[in-house]
């Protein structure tokens, strides 16, 4: 039997087009066992991450606590909260690339795009993102844009090593 999720209300705004994907995934999912870990994983799926006004309406349709569904989300990386940009920058943390200079990379990347890791940019460019050896060490330190891997990248090349990806 269908529910009428259109019926619960939400703080945050949550997009038309989202709400239906939404209602359709938990009109369908509701009432199985471990309801919560299977909608979150169908949502990213579909919608390719799951942002707070979602995380408030799965939270009040399945009648969980809202810190029930961001603990789930935050404590498995397969996971978003938002949107994942067009061109999505990996800076390595591996061992290498580490001793190499990725945390300083990783604060020069921050401060040419103004986000945090994990966030895309308010253009929906780039997403920031910390990724583990991608197996070209002895170009350290790494960063890969999309399948592109760029090596011995330097803090005051990084604006530069952006402007392909306009
Ligand atoms: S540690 Fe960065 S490529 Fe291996």
Do not use: W
Not at 25 to 32: F, P, S, V
Not at 105 to 113: A, E, R, T
Not at 118 to 135: A, H, K, S, W
């Amino acid at each position: 039997m269908s529910v009428a999720i259109n019926e619960v209300s939400t703080e945050v705004a949550l997009a038309p087009e989202h709400q239906v994907v939404l209602d359709e995934i938990l009109n369908a999912n509701k009432d199985r066992p471990g309801a919560t870990m299977l909608v979150l994983t169908l949502v990213q799926e579909r919608l390719g991450f799951v942002s707070p006004a979602m995380q408030t309406y799965i939270a009040k349709t399945l009648n969980v606590p809202l810190s029930h569904i961001y603990g789930v989300l935050t404590f498995y990386s397969s996971f978003r909260m938002s949107p994942i940009g067009r061109h999505k920058i990996s800076i390595c943390l591996g061992t290498a690339c580490y001793v190499r200079g990725g945390p300083t990379l990783i604060d020069k990347f921050q401060q040419v795009l103004n986000v945090k890791m994990g966030e895309t940019t308010p253009d929906n460019r780039f997403t920031l993102e910390i990724c583990r050896c991608v197996g070209a060490c002895s170009q350290a330190p790494v960063v890969m844009v999309d399948d592109d891997i760029i090596g011995q990248v330097k803090p005051q090349d990084v604006a530069k090593s952006l402007r392909k990806y306009e």
